[in-house]
Nanobody, 119 residues
Framework: QVQLVESGGGLVQAGGSLRLSCAAS????????MNWYYQAPGKQRELVAS???????NYADSVKGRFTISRDNARNTVYLQMNSLKPEDTAVYFC?????????????WGQGTQVTVSS
């Protein structure tokens, strides 16, 4: 059984910073891409940032220059460093990853962590 567990969300003032973490555990053979999504109230889930197994990154235009995605392959963990936060960044942030086990290759999702940015 593979699990993704996020941490690091919370309440922060505009202009502040937060660092999200997402740790994968279970009978993992390898982890391919790892992503962060966010979902604001009443809106669809959107891709924020992605990182490949080789370390290539992509960002949504709205977060370029402010957010940085990174991963620690030894710890099966992906991070999202969020700087210069804005009220419009308020959302539930979800971790997503494509993970291989001995039997399958499939997408997994974390439970989400709330980020609230006050003005």
């Amino acid at each position: 059984q593979v699990q993704l567990v996020e941490s690091g969300g919370g309440l922060v003032q505009a202009g502040g910073s937060l660092r999200l973490s997402c740790a994968a555990s279970g009978s993992i053979t390898s982890i391919h891409y790892m992503n962060w999504y966010y979902q604001a109230p009443g809106k669809q889930r959107e891709l924020v940032a992605s990182i490949s197994s080789g370390g290539s990154t992509n960002y949504a235009d709205s977060v370029k220059g402010r957010f940085t995605i990174s991963r620690d392959n030894a710890r099966n963990t992906v991070y999202l460093q969020m700087n210069s936060l804005k009220p419009e960044d308020t959302a539930v942030y979800f971790c997503n990853a494509a993970i291989s086990t001995s039997f399958t290759l499939r997408d997994y999702w974390g439970q989400g962590t709330q980020v609230t940015v006050s003005s």
